[in-house]
C-alpha cells in the first residue's frame, strides 16, 4: 500500500542522483532502530541479504574465540525459507535439524538439547509467518550452552513476546534479527532488508561485511572520519596506506539504493496501521473459519506473543485432500502459497550437497515438518484486504471443503 508519500520521497531523493546509500538511507536506519528499539541497524539490498550478513558476522576473528568456523553446527528447522540456512551451508557449517510444532509451525524447544553438539555454534530460525518461536526457552538454551541467536525476522516485523515481564518486539531479544521489505512483507521497498543489533561488536563486523569487508568506517562520499587516514599501520600493508582501502574481512556490496531508503522511510510511517490491519484480517479468518476446525487445524499463536501475521496457515486433517483444496481457491482467484521449502532436505540443492560429500544432521525426526509439507497451505492476511474480501475468501475455503 502505497501513496504520495513514497512517491515524493523516491523522486526526492532521485533529484539529488545519489544512487548509492546516502541522508535517506541513514534516516531510514536511525527511524527504524528507533522503532525496534535497538542501538544499530544496517540497510541491505535483500531480506536475503539480511540473513548472509547476520550470520557471516558471526564468523568474524574479531569475535575470538566465540568465532563460528567451518565444521560448527547450527540447529535450524528444515520448514522453511531456504535463505535462513544457505549462509551456513556456503560456510560450511552444518545445519541441525530439529522438526517444529502444530499448530504454531515453530521449531520444537523440545528438542534443543538432542540437537546440541560440541560443534554447535549458533540457533538461527525464522518465527513462521509472524508467529513468534518460544523465544523464551531458546534464549535461555542459547546462554546456557554459550550460543548465539540469530532470529530470522523476515516475516514477523511488528510482533510481540513478552519475556522477563517485558514486552519486546521481535528481532530484538536474540543476539542479531534480520528483517525484509520484499513486495509481500510487512512494509517495502521493493527489494531491501535490514541487520540490527544492540552489540556495537557485532554492529562493526555487520558494517565491515556490508561495505566490501573494509576496516574504514567513513560512508560513501566522506573521507577520514578518524582523522587517522594516512598514518596507520595495517597487516603487512606498508605503513600509512590508504585506510579507506584496508580490508578486516571478506565482504560484499549488499547496500541498498537511497531510493529504496526513501519509501521505507514513507512505509515506516505507516507501518503502525499495516500492523493493526494484519491482525484485524488474522482474527476475521480465524473466527470466520473456526467451524471447520474439525477439516482444517488452524494456526494458534504462541504463549506470551503477539503476532503481527504475516499469513493464516492451515493444515488439512485426515481425509482432506490439499490438493483439492487448493486447486478450489486458486480458481476462484484467491491465491495459496505452501509453507515456503515444506522440508528442505527433500530439495534438489541438499541432493546436490550430499553428492559434494556435505551434510547435514536431523534431530530426532522431522514428522511435523513433514506433515506440513504434504497438508499444508496459507492464504494472505494483506492490510489491502477489506472485510468482504475477507469473508469471500472464508467462504471460498467453506465450499472447498464441502466438495
Not at 276 to 298: M, T
Not at 321 to 350: D, W
Request: charged share 20%.
Amino acid at each position: 500500500m502505497y501513496d504520495s508519500a513514497e512517491m515524493c520521497g523516491l523522486v526526492d531523493s532521485a533529484l539529488d542522483f545519489w544512487l548509492t546509500a546516502g541522508r535517506y538511507t541513514q534516516r531510514f536506519e536511525e527511524r527504524f532502530a528507533g522503532y525496534l528499539g535497538v542501538k544499530h541497524c544496517s540497510l541491505v539490498n535483500s531480506g536475503s541479504s539480511a540473513n548472509l550478513l547476520a550470520f557471516m558476522a558471526l564468523t568474524s576473528p574479531l569475535l575470538g574465540e566465540r568465532q563460528v568456523k567451518p565444521g560448527d553446527e547450527m540447529i535450524t528447522v528444515a520448514a522453511g525459507f531456504p535463505t535462513t540456512v544457505a549462509p551456513a551451508v556456503q560456510y560450511g557449517v552444518t545445519p541441525v535439524f530439529v522438526d517444529i510444532t502444530i499448530p504454531q509451525y515453530n521449531l520444537d524447544v523440545t528438542k534443543l538439547e538432542e540437537a546440541l553438539s560440541e560443534k554447535t555454534k549458533v540457533v538461527m530460525a525464522a518465527h513462521t509467518l509472524g508467529n513468534p518461536f518460544d523465544l523464551a526457552a531458546v534464549r535461555e538454551f542459547c546462554d546456557a550452552h554459550r550460543l548465539w541467536l540469530i532470529e530470522d525476522n523476515c516475516d514477523a516485523l511488528g510482533s510481540v513476546y513478552t519475556i522477563d515481564g517485558e514486552e519486546k518486539l521481535t528481532g530484538t531479544i536474540g543476539d542479531i534479527g534480520t528483517s525484509s521489505f520484499y513486495p509481500p512483507h510487512h512494509m517495502t521497498m521493493g527489494e531491501g532488508g535490514a541487520v540490527y543489533t544492540d552489540n556495537a561488536l557485532l554492529h562493526k563486523c555487520i558494517r565491515s561485511l556490508r561495505d566490501w569487508g573494509r576496516d574504514c568506517v567513513c560512508a560513501s562520499g566522506q573521507d577520514n572520519l578518524c582523522g587517522h587516514r594516512f598514518d596507520g599501520q595495517y597487516g603487512e600493508l606498508p605503513r600509512g596506506y590508504d585506510h579507506k582501502y584496508v580490508y578486516s574481512h571478506f565482504g560484499y556490496n549488499l547496500k541498498a539504493t537511497d531510493m529504496q531508503a526513501a519509501i521505507g522511510c514513507a512505509q515506516l510511517e505507516k507501518f503502525p496501521a499495516f500492523a493493526r490491519r494484519r491482525r484485524h484480517n488474522f482474527a476475521y479468518l480465524r473466527q470466520a473459519l473456526e467451524e471447520q476446525s474439525d477439516k482444517l487445524i488452524l494456526p494458534q499463536a504462541c504463549e506470551h506473543a503477539d503476532p503481527c501475521w504475516f499469513g493464516f496457515l492451515m493444515t488439512c486433517r485426515e481425509g482432506v485432500s490439499r490438493s483439492r483444496v487448493v486447486s478450489y481457491l486458486e480458481e476462484k482467484g484467491i491465491q495459496t502459497r505452501m509453507l515456503f521449502a515444506g522440508n528442505l532436505t527433500k530439495h534438489p540443492c541438499f541432493s546436490q550437497m550430499k553428492e559434494a560429500g556435505k551434510g547435514y544432521r536431523i534431530a530426532g525426526e522431522l514428522a511435523n515438518t513433514d506433515r506440513v509439507m504434504n497438508d499444508a497451505f496459507w492464504v494472505g492476511v494483506y492490510p489491502g484486504m477489506t472485510d468482504g474480501m475477507l469473508e469471500d475468501m472464508a467462504q471460498a475455503v467453506k465450499t472447498a471443503l464441502r466438495q
